[in-house]
């Protein structure tokens, strides 16, 4: 099985920075795509990027140009790089890593328990 654990959530200002990091652990055969998504109360949860493993890179409209996504395949981390926070940014922001550990015929979605990002108005 694989874990996923996210960090790095938290309180900013609005225009500030924030780096969430995501580390995947366990037998794993193999990782595909290392995506974030984020869900606000009352919305359904949106992807928020993509980086896929060959090194193709994703993002939802509203956050093009201030974050960026990158991972670390020797490490099997994905990072967010948050800048010019908003308040429509504050979100439970979820690691999702498709990846094969043993016992799966095709690789599957793995989640994290999702960290908060709070950008107050």
């Known amino acids: 099985q694989v874990q996923v654990v996210e960090s790095g959530g938290g309180l900013v200002q609005a225009g500030g920075s924030l780096r969430l990091s995501c580390a995947a652990s366990?037998?794993?055969?193999?990782?595909?795509?290392m995506n974030w998504y984020r869900q606000a109360p009352g919305n359904q949860r949106e992807l928020v990027a993509r980086a896929s493993s060959g090194g193709t890179t994703i993002y939802t409209d509203s956050v093009k140009g201030r974050f960026t996504i990158s991972r670390d395949n020797a490490k099997n981390t994905v990072y967010l790089q948050m800048n010019s926070l908003k308040p429509e940014d504050t979100a439970v922001y979820y690691c999702?890593?498709?990846?094969?550990?043993?016992?799966?015929?095709?690789?599957?979605?793995?989640w994290g328990q999702g960290t908060q990002v709070t950008v107050p108005s």
């Open positions: 999702n890593i498709i990846a094969r550990s043993t016992g799966d015929t095709l690789a599957r979605a793995y």
């Open positions: 366990g037998i794993i055969l193999s990782i595909n795509t």
